[in-house]
């Protein structure tokens, strides 16, 4: 499982850096999160199929995060795209779309879901339990926090051998099934196996200044990506205009006992010298990592 940024960038496309957004890879499937102007051409330069993209999350309205869908859509149909598409995103993103492949005549070959989210709302999506939560930005904009199931401990291969039970297809149907059967005895899988190991906790937050609406979504993440717009020196700024700072973003990870963060969503005003906003967020959570287009990194629990 990996995250893969395809835009980094803020408010509008610079030579360095796209708009806004990321994928995240898994073996089953593949999602988008936010799909700015120009993501499909990103994706020519990168392993990611958009007939395998199975559900996009926005996080707002806002023309950077959003101005890629319509041609994405279409596109997608036109690579013998088939299978359902859901859209999450916040009030008006239906009307927006609809209206958009209407007027352009889009036809498309495969079902379109389109789910407009509330804070507090939870959705199971492939496997993983999806929770959506208000954030604080100068239009309504939502952050997701995504966890996967619980995974079965590791066989005790030791206990096994002790009983003179063989490598083979039944170590398989441990690990599957509540009970087994060996010598005419029926045990229980359970005592046979290790502690559970905790399901892949994640969170992509959109625009947002410090709230509490991020820490409750970061809470001991493995990973959190989170936007860094601005440097120390212009917090104000970043305040005005409803977006945090490298080291506001640091800070949050470490309230929230996150493991991991990674920065995205990088003004253009910092080329040159973008460095200066990891080191700032490293001063606070020293587990802090500037992202740059085409940049992956694989989600370990």
């Given at each position: 499982?990996?995250f893969y ?9 610079s ?6 957004s990321?994928a ?16 499909q ?6 392993p ?6 199975s ?8 023309g950077?995060h ?15 795209g088939t ?9 008006g ?17 495969y079902?379109?879901d389109?789910i ?21 930005h100068?239009?309504?904009a ?8 619980e ?9 096994l ?5 063989p490598s ?14 060996f010598?005419g005895i029926?045990?229980?899988s359970a005592?046979?196996?290790g ?9 992509v ?16 993440v ?6 860094a ?9 970043a305040?005005r ?5 490298a ?13 991991r ?23 606070v959570?020293?587990?802090s990592?500037l ?8 989600i370990?629990?």
């Amino acid at each position: 499982m990996e995250f893969y940024f395809l835009g980094t960038g803020a408010g509008m496309p610079s030579k360095q850096r796209n708009v806004s957004s990321i994928a995240l890879l898994h073996p089953k499937m593949t999602w988008l999160f936010d799909c700015g102007e120009a993501t499909q051409h990103q994706m020519l330069h990168s392993p990611i199929k958009p007939r395998k993209v199975s559900t996009i999350f926005i996080t707002h309205l806002h023309g950077d995060h959003i101005f890629g869908l319509p041609g994405f859509i279409s596109t997608r149909a036109a690579l013998e795209g088939t299978t359902l598409l859901t859209i999450y995103g916040p009030k008006g993103l239906r009307e927006w779309l609809e209206a958009t492949l209407r007027v352009t005549g889009t036809y498309l070959r495969y079902p379109l879901d389109i789910i407009e989210v509330e804070a507090g709302q939870t959705y199971q999506q492939e496997g993983f339990r999806v929770t959506v939560e208000a954030l604080e930005h100068r239009f309504l904009a939502y952050g997701y926090r995504i966890e996967g199931e619980e995974e079965k401990g590791a066989l005790l291969v030791e206990a096994l051998q002790e009983l003179g039970i063989p490598s083979g297809p039944l170590y398989r149907r441990i690990k599957q099934d509540a009970t087994f059967v060996f010598d005419g005895i029926e045990y229980q899988s359970a005592d046979f196996l290790g502690a559970p190991k905790p399901g892949v906790k994640l969170a992509v937050l959109g625009d947002t200044v410090p709230c509490a609406g991020s820490i409750c979504l970061a809470q001991e993440v493995d990973v959190l990506v989170h936007e860094a717009t601005f440097a120390d020196s212009e917090e104000d700024h970043a305040g005005r205009f409803g977006h945090s700072t490298a080291r506001q973003a640091a800070e949050i990870a470490r309230q929230a006992q996150a493991k991991r963060l990674l920065l995205t969503h990088i003004s253009a005003r910092y080329v040159d010298q973008e460095q200066r906003l990891e080191a700032e967020a490293r001063e606070v959570f020293q587990e802090s990592y500037l992202m740059m287009d085409h940049q992956s990194v694989v989600i370990k629990g």
